[in-house]
């Protein structure tokens, strides 16, 4: 990460608005559009005062439309600009499915790369709030197996800018998560233009008993479980994915194969999704040191009700983490070959 050295207290919307602003300043062929970001500045304010600052031509408001949208993205982003769209929730993402899939993720393939898909897609995912069956959900799993297509999620405000500014710098289509659980988290970010790498894990936190990997609310709910952990004498390590496609698998694997004890913490449901992938990947590469199976915290299988009540039992919390650590340090373990 490079920047200013001074830092400063900041919510993540305030990081990602601040990218988005150093981003238009720094890139004249970058544009914004999306449904109510331009006066109203979002429905969760991350494009506030923009509008104001760069004008409608730059700060563009839309129909009811995901397909308009992305297509006009996937379109301009040929020509040579550089669209950062929001989409309002994940779920509708389903509403713009071919435009990102058959159009952006295959656009540098399909033309050789005479053509760019230098674009990104704003979304706010993941549950925990009572939003119910359409504007909960955790979508990662419904883009993983795209080749072409770039996925970031960052967990803290310092992270959010660094990675939303690396993707707007990116020459490959970026599906970018926002975890609505997170928006109001507060961090030290710096000041400044700084970029954080796409495709890179963070060690959130050192241990040497069992490796966590977790991504977006997961990681906070993870360095809380450490912390109680820690009080029991067990030394947890914590990765923080970031970038869930392509992940940083090095990371992961060298972790787990200090540590012989690995915990997928994942709110999307069990099936098909990053849970599967990771243990698949941990389960492969890392069997002669792992010491146990490897255990996996996830949703349940089941869309996300209104009810909070009904909700919290749907969504991983931090003692389901914690749980399944114990698990992984006191379930039958067979000697390292």
Known sequence: MTGDSKVKKRTMVKALNEALD???EAFPEMFLIGE????MGGDFGVTRKLWAKYGEDRVRDTPLSEAAIIGACVGSAMVGMRPVAEIMFADFLGECYDQIVNNAAKLHYMFDGQFK???????ACGGGFGGGPHH????????????????VAPSNPVDAKGLLLASIESD?????????ALYRAKGEVPEGYYTTPLGTAAVARQGTDVTVVATMRMVPMALEAAEVLAEEGVSVEVIDLRTIRPYDADTVVDSVRRTGRAVVA????AVGGLGSELSARISQDCFHEL??????VDGLDTPIPFSVELELLV??????????IRQAMTQPTRGRQ
Request: no cysteine.
């Open 22 to 24: 150093l981003g238009m």
């Open 36 to 39: 109510d970001i331009g006066e």
């Open 117 to 123: 898909a230098s674009l990104v897609i704003r979304t």
């Open 136 to 151: 909960s959900q955790s979508v990662e799993g419904w883009f993983l197996n795209v080749p072409g297509l770039v996925i």
């Open 172 to 180: 490959d289509p970026v599906l970018f998560l926002e975890h609505k």
């Open 266 to 269: 994942n709110e999307a449901p």
């Open 291 to 296: 010491l146990g199976p490897v255990v996996r």
């Open 315 to 324: 969504l991983p919390e931090a003692d389901r983490v914690i749980a399944a």
